[in-house]
C-alpha cells in the first residue's frame, strides 16, 4: 500500500509500472467535493480514464485498475471494496502484461 | 459581342432568358447526355452542365458540354477551382473555346469531403474570384495568367454563381460586387424558395447599380416530394425553403407531390419575373430534366426567341 | 508550435515487431506541450510496449530519454550511446526530430511514433488547432489576422464560397469558416473596405508546392 498527500499525486506511469509487476492496481480518492486540493482527485480521475484507455489499446483488462471515493473514517467501506477488487482480480486472472517471473 | 454565344444575344437583346442545368453520367455513356439534352432543346437559351458536382467523379463538363454543341444545343460549363491548377484550367479553357463552347460559369466548387473521393488531393491553386479575372484577361487582354499574349482568344460569356441567402447576409451583396468588378457578364443565384428574401437582396443589388452591371438569372427548382422540401430545409447548407412551401408541398399529398411541386416552381417564376434587375431564369430539375419543357411552358416563357 | 499526436498503439507494436532491444527517444519541446512525446508519454509507451510484448511472450528492452530538443545536432549527440546500444529507436518527436536523428546517425534505424499534424496553438488544455500553413509569404496584413491559407479548407484569398453556413465551414459543422472570422475581425477594426479589393492569384512558389525550401543567412554564419 502506497500512501500518498492526495490521489492527484499519482502519476500515470506510476500506475503503469504498477501493472508491470502486479495484477491490479486500486486507488482510493477523497469525495469529489471533498478534495483538500481542490482538484487532485478530479486530475486522478482524468489520469485514470487517460490509463484505461492504453490498457484498452495494448488489450490488457482495463479492470484491472480501479478508483474508488471514500472518506477517511469509512473503513468498512475500504475493507468491501479492496474484497471486491481483489475477488475480480482473481476471476481475471493473472495480468498477461507482466513481466516473467 | 463579348462571346456571341445564344444566351448572351438573348440577354443583350432584353428576353428575359431561360436556362437548365444537366448533370453527366458516371460512366461514359454518350447517350445519356443526348438524351437529357434532347430533351432541353427549345426550352432553354442554355444549358449548365455540372463539373464533378459535390465532387463526386463524372464526365466532365467540357466533354459534354462539347456533345451537347455538336447537336445545336448551347452548353454553359462549368468550371471549378478544387481539381483544376492555373496551368490545367487555362489549358481546358483553350480546348472548350475550340470545340465551341462559349458560356462558362466560374465556381469556387464543392469541398472533396463531400464526394466519392474524399481522401484527394485539393487543387484551389485559385479562388472563382481570381478564375473569373483570369477569363476576362484571356478574352479581352489576350493574355495567359502569367501575362504571356495568346496568340488567338477564347471568347467566353462568363458567369458566375451567387448564394443570397447565405451568411453573412450583408457581405452577399459585398461578394457579387467583387464578382462583378473581376468581370462577369451573368450570374445564377442559388435556388429561390423565399421570394421575400430574394427581393430584399436584389434591392440591395440594386442599390449597388450591379444589375447593370451583370445579367441576374434567379435559380429555380421544381420539388419532388414535401420530404425533399424537408431535407432542403434541414439539410442543405445556404437553403431557405419558408415553412409555408413545405406545407403546401405536404397538404397536396403523396399523389399531387410532383403537380404541387411544379405549381409552386412556375409561382415563383411569376413572382420573380416581375422584380427588378432579374434578367431571367435558372432551372435545376436535376435527374427531372422531362419537367422542364412544362415549366417553361406553363409559366408563359414559350416560344424562345 | 508544431502539433502531433500518437500513433495508433498497433502500428507502433508492427514497427518495433521484430526488435528486441530499442530505444524511446522523446523531446522536450513542441511535442511535450501538445502532450504526444515528452518524457512523460515517452515513459508510458515504454511501459505499454513493454507489456505488449509480455503478452505475447516476446519480451522488449527499451531504453528511454529526452532530450531537450530533438531537432538539433547538440542535443541529439547527447543520445549517441543510447542509439548504439540499442537495434531501433522509436521517435515520439515531430517528423523533423526522426529525420534529424537519421542524418545524424545514418546507419540506426528509427521509427516515428508520432504523426505531426500541423502548425497551431493550445487554445486550451487539451485543444490545439491550426493556424498557419508555412505558405512563406504571409498574408496575414491582408485578413485581419486570420489566416486564410490554413483555416479556409479551400484557402480561398476572395472568400468566402456558397458553403459558409451559421460562420461554420461546409467541411465540418465545430469548424468556423475563416471567411466569417476575418469579415468579422475586419469589421471590428473599420477596415471593411480591405475585403473589396481582389486578391491576385497565390505565389505558391515560396510554399511547399516550390519543392523544399532552405534559407542560408550568410550574415549568421560562422
Known amino acids: 500500500m502506497i500512501k500518498v498527500p492526495c490521489s492527484g499525486k499519482i502519476e500515470s506511469i506510476h500506475i503503469m509500472r504498477a501493472l508491470e509487476e502486479g495484477d491490479g492496481v486500486v486507488i482510493y480518492a477523497c469525495h469529489k467535493e471533498a478534495c483538500q486540493f481542490l482538484r487532485g482527485n478530479l486530475r486522478a480521475e482524468a489520469r485514470l480514464a487517460y490509463i484505461k484507455n492504453i490498457l484498452k489499446e495494448i488489450s490488457i483488462e482495463e479492470e484491472r485498475v480501479q478508483m474508488y471515493y471514500l472518506s477517511p473514517s469509512n473503513g468498512v467501506k475500504f475493507t468491501r471494496t479492496l474484497s471486491t477488487f481483489y475477488e475480480d482480480l482473481k476471476s481475471l486472472g493473472p495480468n498477461a502484461g507482466r513481466a516473467e517471473e | 459581342m463579348k462571346s456571341g454565344s445564344n444566351l448572351e444575344k438573348i440577354l443583350c437583346a432584353g428576353h428575359f432568358a431561360v436556362t437548365a442545368e444537366l448533370g453527366p453520367p458516371k460512366s461514359v455513356s454518350a447517350e445519356v447526355v443526348y438524351k437529357k439534352a434532347e430533351t432541353l432543346k427549345g426550352y432553354a437559351d442554355a444549358v449548365n452542365i455540372t463539373d464533378c458536382q459535390t465532387a463526386i467523379v463524372r464526365m466532365s ?77 484571356m478574352r479581352d487582354e489576350k493574355k495567359f495568367q502569367c501575362g504571356e499574349e495568346i496568340k488567338v482568344e477564347p471568347h467566353f460569356f462568363i458567369g458566375a454563381a ?46 449597388l447599380g450591379l444589375h447593370e452591371k451583370v445579367f441576374i438569372l434567379a435559380g429555380v427548382a421544381p420539388l419532388k416530394s414535401a420530404g425533399m422540401a424537408k431535407y432542403m430545409k434541414n439539410n442543405v447548407p445556404g437553403m431557405d425553403v419558408p415553412d409555408k412551401i413545405v406545407e403546401r408541398m405536404t397538404v397536396a399529398g403523396k399523389e399531387k407531390a410532383k403537380e404541387e411541386g411544379v405549381n409552386i416552381c412556375i409561382d415563383i417564376i411569376d413572382q420573380v419575373k416581375e422584380i427588378k434587375g432579374v434578367a431571367g431564369v435558372h432551372i435545376m430539375a436535376i435527374e427531372w430534366e422531362e419537367i422542364v419543357p412544362e415549366i417553361v411552358e406553363k409559366a408563359g416563357l414559350l416560344p424562345r426567341p | 508550435m508544431i502539433v502531433g499526436e500518437r500513433k495508433p498503439m498497433q502500428e507502433i507494436l508492427d514497427m518495433i515487431a521484430d526488435h528486441k532491444k530499442i530505444f524511446i527517444a522523446g523531446c522536450g519541446t513542441c511535442v511535450a506541450v501538445c502532450m504526444a512525446g515528452g518524457d512523460k508519454e515517452v515513459s508510458i509507451l515504454s511501459s505499454a510496449i513493454k507489456m505488449a510484448r509480455n503478452k505475447e511472450n516476446k519480451p522488449i528492452e527499451i531504453l528511454e530519454q529526452t532530450p531537450l530538443r530533438q531537432c538539433e545536432w547538440e542535443f541529439v549527440d547527447e543520445l549517441k550511446d543510447k542509439i548504439e546500444a540499442c537495434e531501433a ?42 493556424r498557419c500553413g508555412a505558405c512563406g509569404n504571409c498574408v496575414l496584413d491582408k485578413t485581419g489576422g486570420i489566416c486564410p491559407i490554413v483555416r479556409c479548407s479551400k484557402s480561398l484569398l476572395n472568400g468566402p464560397c456558397g458553403g459558409s453556413q451559421d460562420g461554420k465551414c461546409e467541411v465540418d459543422p465545430e469548424v468556423d ?19 473589396t479589393e481582389i486578391l491576385p492569384p497565390k505565389d505558391w512558389s515560396t510554399g511547399r508546392d516550390g519543392g523544399p525550401r532552405k534559407i542560408v543567412r550568410e550574415d549568421m554564419k560562422l
Open chain 2, 162 to 207: 451567387e448564394n443570397p441567402f447565405s451568411e453573412p447576409f450583408e457581405f452577399r451583396v459585398l461578394r457579387l460586387a467583387k464578382k462583378v468588378k473581376a468581370g462577369i457578364d451573368f450570374v445564377q443565384t442559388q435556388v429561390v424558395y423565399n421570394v421575400e428574401k430574394f427581393s430584399k437582396w436584389m434591392e440591395m443589388v440594386r442599390e
Open chain 2, 61 to 137: 463538363s467540357i466533354a459534354a458540354g462539347s456533345m451537347l454543341a455538336s447537336r445545336g444545343i448551347e452548353p454553359i460549363i462549368q468550371m471549378t477551382c478544387r481539381d483544376r491548377n492555373r496551368i490545367a484550367i487555362q489549358s481546358d479553357l483553350l480546348g472548350a473555346s475550340a470545340l465551341g463552347v462559349k458560356n462558362l460559369l466560374c465556381l469556387t466548387g464543392d469541398h472533396q469531403k463531400f464526394g466519392n473521393h474524399p481522401q484527394s488531393k485539393n487543387v484551389f491553386d485559385l479562388d472563382s474570384i481570381q478564375l473569373i479575372k483570369m477569363v476576362k484577361d
Open chain 3, 89 to 130: 529507436v522509436l521517435s515520439m518527436a515531430c517528423g523533423i526530430g526522426v529525420q534529424t536523428l537519421v542524418e545524424r546517425f545514418p546507419k540506426v534505424i528509427v521509427y516515428p511514433a508520432v504523426n505531426t499534424t500541423f502548425l497551431g496553438l493550445p487554445e486550451e488544455q487539451g485543444v490545439w488547432s491550426e
Open chain 3, 177 to 195: 469558416c475563416a471567411w466569417q472570422l476575418i469579415y468579422d475581425r475586419l469589421k471590428t477594426l473599420g477596415k471593411l473596405d480591405d475585403l
